[in-house]
């Protein structure tokens, strides 16, 4: 499966600022998504980033507070602009990949960016 | 939208035993049902996963059922370890990637 990198893993950051976090993945895979995690919540789909095009939003979530970059089959951006303390969450990238049989596409998860805003 | 319900939201299981844990979802249309597990500080990772054409798949100590007609898929872990306290997810979705999560069991295996 492909291996996901993630920059910063955490970082603290202040009310009215924005944050940029990227994503590396050690192969070309054609669906790259981003997810949010709140403290002790589950996962929720943020968007997903399309090469060449703008990224596809979920309902709740908007370009101008969430932009997505994906330059390349291989790296993508999210960025959390001007951010209040409700953004504290783990920002997790995903990559849709081939499983080892090779038969059919599976979704691997990064690290994560564990983001507190104070 | 597809809504997915997992239960139980924590799980505590002497070490040797086997844990359960369930889910049900709501979209008919829903084939695709992976298990993530999540330990501390890290991403989710993929243990298992089923589709709609399979009604059980197995995996060492771990094995997944599915249930279409009722909407309801489980995962079995056999002969716990220490190393397997993590909080698990459950996911469906319709076209393979866009997932939509249940709230996640934390399972404890006491030693």
């Known amino acids: 499966s492909a291996v996901i990198s993630q920059k910063p893993s955490r970082d603290i950051c202040q009310r009215g600022t924005s944050l940029t976090i990227q994503c590396q993945v050690d192969s070309q895979v054609t669906m790259m998504f981003w997810y949010r995690q709140q403290p002790g919540q589950s996962l929720t789909l943020i968007a997903t980033a399309n090469q060449g095009s703008e990224a596809t939003y979920e309902s709740g979530f908007v370009i101008d507070k969430f932009p997505i970059s994906r330059p390349n089959l291989t790296f993508s951006t999210l960025t959390v602009s001007n951010m209040s303390p409700e953004d504290s969450s783990i920002y997790l990238c995903?990559?849709?990949?081939?499983?080892?049989?090779?038969?059919?596409?599976?979704?691997?998860f990064g690290p994560g960016t564990r983001l507190t805003v104070l | 939208g597809e809504n997915v319900e997992q239960h139980p939201s924590t799980l505590s299981v002497q070490e040797g035993d086997s844990a359960v844990i369930k889910c049900t979802y709501s979209d008919s249309a829903s084939n695709y049902f992976p298990w993530y597990k999540q330990e501390l500080g890290k991403g989710p990772q993929l243990i298992i996963d089923?589709?709609?054409?399979?009604g059980e798949k197995k995996d060492q100590r771990i094995a997944v059922t599915l249930n279409k007609t009722a909407k309801h898929f489980s995962l079995h872990i056999t002969e716990t370890q220490p190393e397997d306290s993590a909080v698990y997810f459950c996911?469906?979705?319709?076209?393979?990637?866009?997932?939509?999560f249940g709230a996640g069991t934390t399972v404890t295996v006491r030693a």
């Open positions: 996911a469906a979705s319709f076209n393979d990637y866009k997932l939509s």
């Open positions: 995903s990559v849709e990949d081939r499983s080892t049989s090779g038969r059919y596409n599976e979704q691997f």
């Open positions: 089923i589709r709609s054409n399979v």
